[in-house]
């Protein structure tokens, strides 16, 4: 994954965090990783595809993800509920959503959210996808977006060994 | 959810585990869910975008995962480690990949897969999102497979808001 594909990512998530909930967002050390993250109490998934394939995850403390949700819907939230879940995934949504335009010749289309919650989940992208992750900090609590991108000449391999089989 | 877009993922899995696998699933009563499935030890996640978007959850025992592993690798694995991790997210790959090619008209393609472990992980897809589950047995265990696809016309609202703030 190119070093620079992480920019329009970071610039999303400050911006979908400034202009939808009025929170600004510190950023913290862009740190490499291929394995497992250090996930927090929330998180969401959105895959990308099109000339690149790839994966968003935004982990939220549940501080964050409770604060966000207050904003977003306007009511006091006090558990991780349905409405928490579908605010985290509509963040995420947005996060890729604006990302993307910024990565306009990859041509992706994202796809569903998905979000996970319980202690100590894990995310992993697998051995052989690079990917990069920056924690952000902010009134609430702490973040940390990771994104994997594979443009189309690496992602030879999978795809091989799916049409192999068809 | 069309409830006939199930079928090729159905397939699919049956496929793919009895072609790398040697192993033969049979499959249980569908289940229509939009929260959060029950999710099993460790669970590979794909994004599908195209005419249609959508993400395919497979959730897998402990033992069928480590089984599985077992085979794709030619070694004993009695823990759920980075190789299980890889072998997990590559048989989700191939469900996905495989799925897609029976839903030619939806002209999907796969974003790249990511893993859940953690015991208790729960994997929502939203309110708003109908998805499709299926649970399998087979010699080693269970495993659920859960998918939510949502055609072209019926995207628009998430999509329109992430558009309005680009």
Chains 1, 2 share one sequence.
């Not at 920056?134 to 189309?152: A, K, N, S």
Request: charged share 15%; aromatic share 4%; proline share 3%.
């Amino acid at each position: 994954m190119k070093a620079e594909y992480i920019n329009p990512f970071v610039s999303a998530a400050a911006e979908v965090f400034s202009t939808m909930l009025q929170c600004e967002l510190t950023r913290g050390k862009l740190t490499i990783g291929n394995g497992a993250q250090p996930t927090m109490d929330i998180s969401g998934i959105i895959g990308l595809s099109g000339r690149a394939t790839g994966t968003v995850v935004l982990s939220l403390d549940r501080a964050v993800a409770l604060s966000a949700t207050e904003i977003l819907l306007s009511q006091k939230c006090t558990t991780i509920d349905g409405d928490v879940i579908d605010a985290v995934g509509e963040l995420t949504n947005m996060v890729a959503g604006r990302a993307k335009a910024g990565l306009e010749h990859l041509a992706m289309s994202l796809a569903l959210p998905t979000v996970i919650t319980g202690k100590n989940h894990v995310i992993s992208f697998g051995s052989a996808t690079q990917t990069l992750a920056i924690p952000f900090t902010c009134e609430w609590g702490g973040l940390v977006l990771e994104v994997g991108l594979v443009e189309e000449a690496e992602v030879a391999p999978a795809e091989l060994a799916a049409a192999s089989m068809a």
